[in-house]
């Protein structure tokens, strides 16, 4: 997960926040709720929350996908 380190606006650290607010969120909190209980009050903030995506699951079916390839073209190969 690449969650940014600080608010790319006010520079306050928010990484270290994100693994509890995505655990209480999915135990089904009320986001804003919880982002209230974990201080992050400034909209800036709750920004870099939010609009994180998990980037990892995305990138992955590419590299699977090229190394199954890779593995065709060297059987072929031989």
Do not use: W
Not at 7 to 33: I, Q, S, W
Not at 48 to 54: A, N
Request: charge should be positive; proline fraction near 4%.
């Amino acid at each position: 997960m690449l969650v940014p380190v600080r608010c790319f606006t006010c520079g306050n650290l928010v990484a270290h926040k994100y693994g509890e607010y995505t655990n209480r969120v999915r135990g089904g909190e009320d986001p804003a709720m919880v982002m209230d209980s974990l201080n992050i009050r400034r909209y800036c903030c709750r920004r870099m929350l939010i609009s994180s995506v998990e980037t990892i699951y995305q990138v992955i079916p590419y590299y699977e996908a090229l190394r199954r390839r890779m593995s065709e073209i060297q059987s072929e190969v031989e």
